[in-house]
């Protein structure tokens, strides 16, 4: 009787750890995978986003002559800004 009651509690643990204790540290570990690519990936986005910027603001202040047009056109020029009201 004091074997089998020993075999139930390995048989309990073996399951509890197989079952519940690897598979959330593996969800673990690939969540931790996930949120570092995609830090990875917004950082890249911003470096890009602030290396376009910093080019165009260049060419505006009367930097090298560029190719491109000097005045954009009136459509371009309107999906740049949104309008706002100044909420009191």
Not at 29 to 48: D, N, P, S, V, W
């Amino acid at each position: 009787m004091k074997y089998f009651v020993y075999f139930l509690l390995a048989y309990f643990a073996f399951q509890f750890i197989f079952r519940l204790v690897i598979p959330l540290f593996l969800a673990g570990k690939t969540l931790r995978k996930g949120f570092r690519q995609m830090k990875e990936q917004m950082e890249r986005q911003a470096g890009q986003q602030g290396d376009f910027t910093n080019g165009r603001s260049d060419s505006r202040s009367g930097g090298p002559a560029s190719t491109s047009k000097t005045n954009p056109s009136p459509n371009s020029r309107k999906e740049d800004y949104l309008d706002f009201e100044e909420i009191k």
